[in-house]
T-cell receptor, first 111, second 118 residues
Framework: GEDVEQSLFLSVREGDSSVINCTYT??????LYWYKQEPGAGLQLLTY?????DMKQDQRLTVLLNKKDKHLSLRIADTQTGDSAIYFC???????????FGSGTRLLVRP | EPEVTQTPSHQVTQMGQEVILRCVPI?????FYWYRQILGQKVEFLVS????????KSEIFDDQFSVERPDGSNFTLKIRSTKLEDSAMYFC????FGGGSYSNQPQHFGDGTRLSIL
């Protein structure tokens, strides 16, 4: 079945770039999302990309999609302490309403 | 910015009791969803709802669960005869459109209801 995998933890220094990676198994994933979860809060939509795109940039966020390798990444430029959170990758398909989530990557930004 | 609101933020219930989790989706959204996240596990899809009927459900969403849109603004998840393993964070989400190639719009999530079954 469909699966989405992420590394569990990433630690970066404030001001550096962060790159959070995600792989998915189902090549029919049409759209891929990044959500951010701060402690005690819900899932905040950060950005998304359709499978007919290779890259999407939105201010400090850059999403890269490699369809051949089924690999998605989220780059956060000039990472700030307020970026510390759990980041979830999620995939959806044409044939379904559901999103399949990864386990989440905990990003820790050190001052 | 419009947001999905969920109440209560935390619900504690005795095993075997019924519980109703409430959600107010974003007002112009037509598709509604429930997900859950058991502590330490992935966020899992439960059900999607459109035009007053279930459009898709997972194998988790058995006869113990039901959803309803009782009026023009609320969307509820009812869990009958709760079990210990129903303890989880339950997220409601909504989207303007759902499914369909490239017409899909992102799902916006609420802050969740933490359900604790004792």
């Amino acid at each position: 079945g469909e699966d989405v995998e992420q590394s569990l933890f990433l630690s970066v220094r404030e001001g550096d770039s962060s790159v959070i990676n995600c792989t998915y198994t189902d090549s029919s994933s049409t759209y891929l999302y990044w959500y951010k979860q701060e402690p005690g809060a819900g899932l905040q939509l950060l950005t998304y990309i359709f499978s007919n795109m290779d890259m999407k940039q939105d201010q400090r966020l850059t999403v890269l999609l490699n369809k051949k390798d089924k690999h998605l990444s989220l780059r956060i430029a000039d990472t700030q302490t307020g970026d510390s959170a759990i980041y979830f990758c999620a995939g959806g398909m044409d044939s379904s309403y559901k999103l399949i989530f990864g386990s989440g990557t905990r990003l820790l930004v050190r001052p | 910015e419009p947001e999905v609101t969920q109440t209560p933020s935390h619900q504690v219930t005795q095993m075997g009791q019924e519980v109703i989790l409430r959600c107010v989706p974003i007002s112009n959204h037509l598709y509604f969803y429930w997900y859950r996240q058991i502590l330490g596990q992935k966020v899992e899809f439960l059900v999607s709802f459109y035009n007053n009927e279930i459009s898709e459900k997972s194998e988790i969403f058995d006869d113990q669960f039901s959803v309803e849109r009782p009026d023009g603004s609320n969307f509820t998840l009812k869990i009958r005869s709760t079990k210990l393993e129903d303890s989880a964070m339950y997220f409601c989400a909504s989207s303007e459109f759902g499914g369909g190639s490239y017409s899909n719009q992102p799902q916006h999530f609420g802050d969740g209801t933490r359900l604790s079954i004792l």
